[in-house]
């Protein structure tokens, strides 16, 4: 069977959870799991009404999940054991198509149980045997599996721990693709976003999402429009290949929506992932490595950013990859791709998206760019790519950055002069570029250049594109300045490592277009 997307109804009464139905159907819900233990007079009557209700709100009926969680397993109220065992045997009775019982209430129930008793007398409600670890990884997730199949060979084992680093998610997927008996395995809180996702690729029998953040059931979960819309959940096939931003944090990152978006114009089987990678470059090289090892997860490249640009490039020196020029000589890599032989490929699209936004802003071929008198504010990441394309282009460089330390060493790679930002005063550029992040969302109000040393010759280009016009744009456009955004350099460079990803243009108008609509909608 292919996995379906579930969607929790978790609701105090009945007219309540009869509300929350619709609004499910209305979300595409493909089962809807009756969480009646959210139910405050939670009796057989009620339950048998609830099933009745959710079967006649759809023509054929929508399959139905019943469960009566313990609230030692994360359940909303504490019902007596044999309330619970009672309302689950009548909602075999009443035509329910699963039943969920935590594995451990289930070893403990008599042989003569009302519960099993029902289930004898039927073929139809299958029994999911579930166990749940809230604080993180169980002790042996395997023998679990088989102990839940050898108590109960007709079960489903449904298998949900707490993945603390996303490195946690991988022997949840090991275990779904080794198994061949029907299985729902998945982590649970940010790091195990991802397996919720990567659950249909694995023939995961369900996977859950909630109707809206509100509404969620366990931490982490999704919600159905974020499944159906940002992850294509309906073209996910076991064969579908993976991409991903590595990043941490990642949850706020555009790149999931654009590059899913993109895939989904052009109408390839490709999915794009946020991948939080926390930690510093011993749990980047761990993820790698898991990666690497698992062909079978069909991921075959990624984008890097904040903190793992360095660590990125370093993986595949020490992994003796390909890497392209300019990442080398940048000394950090934002895509990466998975070469057939299992080699990585590293690259970096910031450098060459800046100077693409540059010269077609201004009209005028990279050479032009040679002997022009260059302000660089900011001495990080993005600074770095950006010294480097400049000084292949041999411009006059000079680097302002509030850590001065920073700006000499950076300085001194490129053989370019620096200063701290108190010498803004000296500026005598005809191109300024701001790579800090100083004017990007929330901070909106702040510059970091004050309005006075901005000059009319100027061309002020500025990385930051949240938001696409920043103060430090709007002031250098009262001073009569020409003014380059940072949008037109993110979409050139998510394009061009669409076309690494890909091996094809995107449609450019397209893609800027996706761009701005996203970042309006925020
Ligand atoms: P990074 O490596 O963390 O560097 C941040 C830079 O900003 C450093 O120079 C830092 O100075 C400076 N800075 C931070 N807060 C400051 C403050 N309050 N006052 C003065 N300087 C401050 O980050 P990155 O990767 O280079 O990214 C920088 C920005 O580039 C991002 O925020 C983003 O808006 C933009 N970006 C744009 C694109 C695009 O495609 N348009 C792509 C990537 C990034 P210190 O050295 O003193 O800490």
Redesign the pocket.
């Known amino acids: 069977m292919e996995t379906k997307l579930a969607i929790p109804i978790a609701a105090p009464d009945l007219n309540s959870a009869q509300e929350q139905i619709k609004k499910a159907l209305r979300a595409e819900a493909e089962i809807i799991e009756l969480r009646i233990d959210y139910l405050e007079q939670l009796n057989v009557n009620a339950v048998e009404t609830l099933i009745s209700k959710a079967k006649s709100l759809r023509n054929s009926g929508i399959p139905t999940i019943v469960t009566c969680r313990d609230k030692k397993q994360g359940g909303a109220i504490d019902h007596p054991f044999s309330l619970r065992i009672d309302v689950l045997a009548a909602a075999v009775e009443a035509g329910a198509d699963f039943i969920d019982l935590e594995f451990d209430n289930y070893i403990k129930l008599d042989k003569d149980n009302s519960l099993l008793s029902a289930l004898k007398k039927k073929t139809k409600p299958r029994l999911i045997l579930s166990a749940h670890d809230f604080e993180g990884k169980f002790p042996d997730l395997e023998k679990l599996h088989r102990q839940i199949l050898n108590a109960y060979p007709n079960a489903v084992p449904k298998l949900v721990y707490t993945a603390k680093h996303i490195n946690d998610c991988f022997d949840a997927f090991d275990l779904l693709r080794g198994t061949k008996q029907d299985s729902i395995i998945f982590c649970m809180g940010q790091a195990g976003l991802i397996s919720r996702i990567l659950a249909k690729k694995l023939g995961s029998l369900v996977t859950f999402a909630s109707i809206d953040e509100k509404t969620a059931t366990a931490p982490g979960q999704l919600t159905a429009e974020q499944f159906k819309k940002t992850f294509r959940f309906d073209g996910i096939k076991p064969n579908t290949e993976l991409f991903g931003i590595i990043s941490s944090p990642v949850a706020h990152s555009a790149s999931p929506v654009i590059h899913n978006a993109w895939f989904q114009q052009s109408n390839l089987n490709k999915l794009y992932l946020p991948l939080l990678v926390a930690g510093g470059k011993k749990e980047f090289n761990l993820f790698l490595q898991n990666i690497l090892g698992r062909a079978y997860l069909g991921f075959k490249g990624f984008s890097v950013?904040?903190p793992h640009k360095q660590n990125a490039l370093d993986f595949v020196i020490e992994t003796k990859g390909f890497i392209e020029n300019l990442a080398g000589k940048i000394g950090a890599s934002n895509t990466l791709l998975i070469n057939r032989d299992n080699s990585l490929s590293a690259y970096n699209t910031?450098c060459p998206?800046a100077l693409d936004a540059i010269t077609s802003a201004l009209k005028i071929k990279k050479e032009g760019l040679r002997n022009l008198n260059v302000a660089v504010i900011?001495?990080?990441?993005?600074?770095r790519a950006i010294v480097a394309g400049f000084s292949d282009l041999k411009a006059n460089i000079k680097i302002y950055?509030?850590?001065i330390e920073?700006a000499e060493k950076l300085a001194a790679e490129f053989d370019c002069s620096y200063a701290g930002?108190d010498d803004l005063n000296d500026l005598d550029a005809k191109l300024l570029v701001n790579?800090?992040?100083?004017g990007?969302y929330p901070n909106t109000n702040s510059t970091?250049v004050p309005k006075e040393y901005l000059k009319k010759e100027m061309v002020v280009f500025d990385?930051?594109?949240n938001p696409p016009k920043t103060l430090l744009l709007k002031q250098a456009e009262k001073t009569g300045a020409k003014t380059i955004d940072?949008l037109s350099?993110?979409v050139n460079?998510a394009a061009a490592q669409f076309k690494l990803f890909t091996d094809t243009d995107g449609n450019a108008e397209l893609m800027r277009k996706t761009v701005i609509e996203y970042l309006t909608k925020r």
């Open positions: 950013t904040i910031d998206a900011g001495a990080g990441g993005v600074a950055n509030r850590t920073k930002l790579c800090t992040s100083v990007m970091p990385t930051v594109y940072g350099m993110f460079q």
